[in-house]
């Protein structure tokens, strides 16, 4: 089902002139009819309402209990808002842009997720923690501002989801997604609740993805699906990650008239019961690139003594001497405290 905008429908504001411009004529009818109905005959006054004047009369009563009526199908629309119509359960257009508008009477607004609050600026109440609820309460006087359908960019923070990475790792992932209505039909129709389907939709797409990639890069991993592995991690890769995210969701809800602008990764964490564990591997990475630095270091400044030596033909040293210079110096570059130095004043042998 396709939506069909209806462009001409702009009468409201005359449309509601006419009536009470109407209403005021019945009620003049109805008061004027029996006073003009008083007759003067050879001097006698009688009362007598002609058939004329009794048609008047019932016109005019007729007006004044039915005649509210038209006004049912007034209707007022803001910037960036939308209402479907029904009639007789039967799709008959939307209004799509701000004014007054006059429909048929009997046409009533339809949307499915009247009620249902996402949990985002704008769309729910303050404090809220779940994804989306079911808000009870009272719609506000006339046309329910809850039938109308916002088309306005939105933002939907779905609950955090633990999720397994590629190697079996939980981490605990949010995402942000920007989305809006973009035909009408299509989403109080096609689906039973745009609102929750659109919630429900990323939780899935953010599983799919998130299970091919690991949270830091990994050996020997395939994160594309070219049969080649990459360094493409959660952490690393976030921006491509996310634009995954969102072309897999785009892809569920095309069908529900719901277009996504845009999908950011939020929160990323590992879950709490290997957090500290995973925080050690990390420590220890990161001892085992320090120490790595520190040994190549002194590997280096080692040679260059003893390069420094040898040039100046100043001290000749064999290599049981040199062996032992080697490991003192080690010993001094590579130690995790200061050396307390000893001095020898006798012989080296």
């Not at 745009?194 to 299970?211: G, H, M, P, T």
């Not at 130095?341 to 042998?349: A, D, E, H, K, Q």
Request: proline fraction near 3%; include cysteine; hydrophobic fraction near 45%.
């Amino acid at each position: 089902m396709n939506e069909n905008t209806l462009r001409h429908k702009k009468n409201g504001m005359l449309v509601l002139i006419l009536v009470i411009a109407l209403y005021i004529a019945a009620i003049a009818g109805l008061i004027l009819t029996p006073m003009l109905s008083y007759k003067t005959y050879m001097g006698f006054t009688y009362y007598g309402i002609g058939i004329s004047g009794k048609i008047l009369m019932f016109i005019c009563g007729a007006w004044v209990c039915l005649g509210w009526i038209l006004l049912l199908g007034l209707r007022v629309l803001k910037p960036q808002e939308a209402l479907v119509l029904t009639l007789f359960g039967k799709y008959v257009g939307t209004l799509r842009e701000e004014g007054f508008y006059f429909v048929n009477p009997f046409c009533v607004g339809f949307n499915p997720a009247a009620k249902t609050k996402l949990n985002q600026s704008g769309d729910v109440d303050s404090g809220a923690k779940k994804a989306f609820i079911i808000s009870g309460s009272k719609p506000e006087a006339g046309e329910s501002t809850g039938k109308k359908i916002s088309l306005k960019i939105m933002t939907l923070n779905n609950n955090r989801q633990k999720i397994n990475d590629c190697l079996g790792n939980p981490v605990e992932i949010g995402i942000a997604v920007t989305w809006r209505v973009v035909d009408t039909a299509k989403a109080v129709f096609r689906v039973d609740n745009y609102k929750e389907f659109l919630s429900l939709q990323c939780d899935s797409a953010l599983r799919n993805i998130v299970r091919l990639y690991p949270y830091d890069v990994s050996p020997n991993v395939d994160t594309t699906g070219d049969g080649i592995a990459d360094e493409g991690s959660l952490r690393g890769s976030s921006e491509v990650v996310a634009s995954r995210i969102r072309d897999e969701i785009q892809s569920k809800v095309a069908e529900a008239g719901l277009e996504i602008i845009e999908a950011r990764i939020t929160y990323l964490a590992y879950a709490p019961e290997i957090a500290a564990v995973m925080l050690q591997r990390q420590q220890a990475s990161a001892i085992i690139d320090a120490r790595k630095m520190i040994v190549d270091g002194a590997v280096g400044m080692v040679e260059m003594a003893l390069e420094r030596l040898e040039a100046n033909d100043s001290i000749t040293l064999d290599d049981e001497r040199k062996a032992a210079m080697v490991s003192n110096l080690l010993v001094v570059l590579c130690g995790n405290h200061d050396a307390q130095p000893i001095v020898n004043t006798g012989s080296l042998y």
